[in-house]
């Protein structure tokens, strides 16, 4: 069996791992670069295969940073069947689509205002693709179980972070390897902890928190003092939120903030197509995840959804308090950026980041205390309060990850690490090292292992 990383290498997104076994080749994760211009550009690059040559792709989960190129390799030839459970193919139907939407948007505000140094500027894929791209999907359904030829079979285990995610071993007669995919927390407020997969020669694993440990701190606490500190100097508070997951946790906390009477009765808006439709899928499949059927009742009557852009654009004039939940989480796109250009400027209000903010992003820039950012070809003062919540991640932490891998037993034979920066990968690194005798290596961009 033979590896080569083609993304998240050295940082947190672009997910992709070719796996090579008798003639077939298989692509864990097809994801899409977020964040910094020179990581975006990274998907205009030539990929660094024929996408025609993977016979499929599996999917840890649902987030773009690991699903949203597929509708780009299809646009180059990639057509087998893409494997994934039934919770991350219901969350794809609205992400692909959805991505493609806010591409298009985006090419035709920066044509528009003139600021993109393309003419035109282009989409990477349109909304149309991205929906010609989920006809490819052939989900899982209740099976954890694969057989990619007679000899190689996958199995999926639940690794919480979202609904659907999962970790992904693959198994030949000589060897076997699991793909940690994004580990949740044993902690986590709404989803159930992630399941260790059996013994494997090889783990690949995420790093995206490999160097810190989540403080211990009531978020339902400091969001109250935030939202009600807001409310009362007459401002408005702004959650810039992964619409996937984060939105849905999010809403719960201040939807029983609200009917405990711990906040002020202010009105709470989701402005974000996607997360909208997640919220949604996540009713449908309560049953795997801690938020029952009554407590995402409780959201749908306590949250207006904004659905048009006609009403989004409304949001920016209101003079009275509320509270905004809004994608993207990291401030690279979306809706929220035109709030953030009308509501930055008031000291009166808060923009409250819920979670890793990537570096050389705008969530990046304002919670170390930038006092602009650039959007749309032009500086934004930075004047309104800003906060983040790292204890609403639903990443697990260093301890996390090193319990994960704790519990596959007996102890693989190497490590390779991926998707985190390089200080947190190096700090995983030195531990697992320290507490397992494992050896471990921080894979790079294009580098082929043979296992």
Known sequence: ?????????????GSKTLVSYQN????????MFQGQKELRLQNWQPFPIDPASIDA????????DHSGFLPALM???FHGPVYCTSGTKALCDVLLPDAGFLQEEDARYA??????????????????EARRSLSLFEPLGSETQLSLNRDWRAEFFP?????GASSIR??????????????????????YPPISPPHSDYVVMESTYGDEQHLKVNADEILAKIITDTVQRGGIVLIPSFAVGRAQLLLHIITKLKESHRIPQVPIFLNSPMAIKATEIYSHFHRQHKLSKEDCERIDRNTTYVKTMEESIELNNRTYPSVIVSASGMASGGRVLHHLKTMAKNYRNSIVFSGFQAPGTR??????????????????????????LTSLSAHADQAGLLNWLSKIQPSPKKVFINHGEPLASDILKTQIEERFSIPVECVQSGQKVVL
């Open 1 to 13: 069996m033979k590896l080569q990383f083609l993304g998240a290498c050295q940082t947190v997104t």
């Open 75 to 77: 646009k180059q030839g």
């Open 57 to 64: 792709i599996l999917l840890t989960h649902a987030h773009i």
């Open 159 to 163: 690794s919480g972070h979202i609904l």
């Open 111 to 128: 044509n528009k205002k003139g600021f993109s140094k393309h003419s035109p500027a282009l989409p990477l894929f349109t909304e149309k």
């Open 24 to 31: 077939k080749r298989i692509l864990i994760d097809a994801g």
């Open 170 to 191: 693959l198994e030949t007669p000589e060897t076997s390897v699991c793909f940690s995919g994004d580990l949740g927390r044993y902690d986590d407020l709404m989803m």
């Open 363 to 388: 969530g990046d820039a304002m919670v170390n205390g930038a006092t602009q950012i650039k959007m749309h070809g032009q500086y934004i003062p930075v004047k309104a309060e800003v906060h983040q």
